[in-house]
């Protein structure tokens, strides 16, 4: 889970402040659409402590978290080894933007990966550019709806996506897509929030 910036230092030091920075529970949009999904590789981008990955790895998949923080991997690794799914899980230390991933995956899940649209694409197109044919991609973001309705999310625009904008993307890269919106309830301070998420999901045209 990278933002807006995406230095690996600044990384390393929020991961480093706590124990924990994200929930340890997969995002909830990961579970609702992907779960009816058979067992086989996925990549984690920016996956961050790799609540996602672990939970794909628990359901045995061959799972790789591609991660900027070295930091946030070495908790992912610690998670792995204490829930008995080293053997099914992969650290890879690098920029989502140029990273280059050990397995060759049929699914690729993106939560929350914050950036403005030029890099958020050139990181899409890296991560497509090794996946098997016909792989499924998932995406989650932070909405920039969010700025005037909703809640959640960095409180800047250039990297909260509108789904007009992954929409682009998607036209020229997937087949059998949809972009929509979705909304969650968050707690904060006592009081309930409604955040507002962006889904892209759909699949690379498979060879002929």
């Known amino acids: 889970m990278s933002g807006p910036n995406s230095d690996a230092s600044s990384w390393d030091a929020r991961y480093a402040s706590q124990e924990l920075v994200w929930s340890l529970e997969p995002n909830q949009f990961v579970v609702e659409h992907l779960e009816h999904l058979a067992p086989s590789k996925m990549i984690d981008l920016a996956g961050g402590e790799g609540r996602n990955a672990l939970w794909f790895a628990q359901r045995g998949w061959q799972v790789e978290n591609v991660e900027i923080s070295q930091v946030a991997l070495d908790k992912f690794l610690k998670r792995a080894k204490h829930a008995e799914l080293a053997e099914n ?23 929350y990966l914050q950036l403005p649209a030029a890099s958020l694409a050139k990181a899409l197109d890296n991560a497509c550019n090794q996946l098997t044919p016909g792989a499924m991609v998932f995406g989650v973001w932070h909405a920039k709806r969010n700025l005037t309705e909703g809640f959640g999310g960095p409180p800047m625009p250039e990297v909260l996506p509108t789904p007009e904008e992954l929409e682009i993307w998607a036209k020229q890269n997937l087949v059998n897509h949809e972009v929509f919106e979705v909304e969650r309830i968050v707690e904060k301070d006592g009081a309930k929030r409604v955040a507002i998420d962006v889904i892209l999901k759909g699949q690379l045209a498979k060879s002929e």
């Not at 397995?103 to 993106?110: G, K």
């Open 89 to 111: 899980t992969i650290a890879t230390h690098g920029d989502a933007l140029s990273a280059k991933f050990e397995l060759q995956a049929d699914l690729l899940v993106v939560a």
